[in-house]
């Protein structure tokens, strides 16, 4: 909806700059037209990263990540060797 309203004030702002005679309409035709321009662009980026995203409920919880961390920490540490004999020592 947001979009819309930012395209429709860029075109009412360039309609405004087009067609007057004052230069104080010019720059506030200007100035409208150059809000309803970059308010589309975010507009129409905020609905492509919105479509984008993952909603939360597919998101893991707290503890099931650090669940996961924990195990991939204790898979990455070797398992404790006994430290090897020394040849000159005698048993």
Same mark, same amino acid.
């Given at each position: 909806? %947001?979009?819309?309203?930012?395209?429709? +004030?860029? &075109?009412?702002?360039?309609?405004?700059?087009? %067609?007057?005679?004052?230069?104080?309409? +010019?720059? &506030?035709?200007?100035l409208i037209s150059l809000v309803g321009a970059f308010g589309t662009v975010f507009a129409i980026a905020s609905d492509r990263i919105s479509a984008r995203a993952r909603p939360e409920a597919t998101m893991l919880q707290p503890d099931v990540i650090a669940a996961m961390r924990e195990h991939a920490k204790a898979r990455a540490t070797p398992p404790s060797q006994p430290p090897p004999s020394d040849p000159e020592q005698p048993n």
């Amino acid at each position: 909806m %947001t979009r819309w309203i930012m395209i429709a +004030l860029f &075109i009412v702002g360039v309609v405004i700059t087009f %067609t007057t005679r004052s230069p104080g309409l +010019l720059g &506030i035709g200007l100035l409208i037209s150059l809000v309803g321009a970059f308010g589309t662009v975010f507009a129409i980026a905020s609905d492509r990263i919105s479509a984008r995203a993952r909603p939360e409920a597919t998101m893991l919880q707290p503890d099931v990540i650090a669940a996961m961390r924990e195990h991939a920490k204790a898979r990455a540490t070797p398992p404790s060797q006994p430290p090897p004999s020394d040849p000159e020592q005698p048993n």
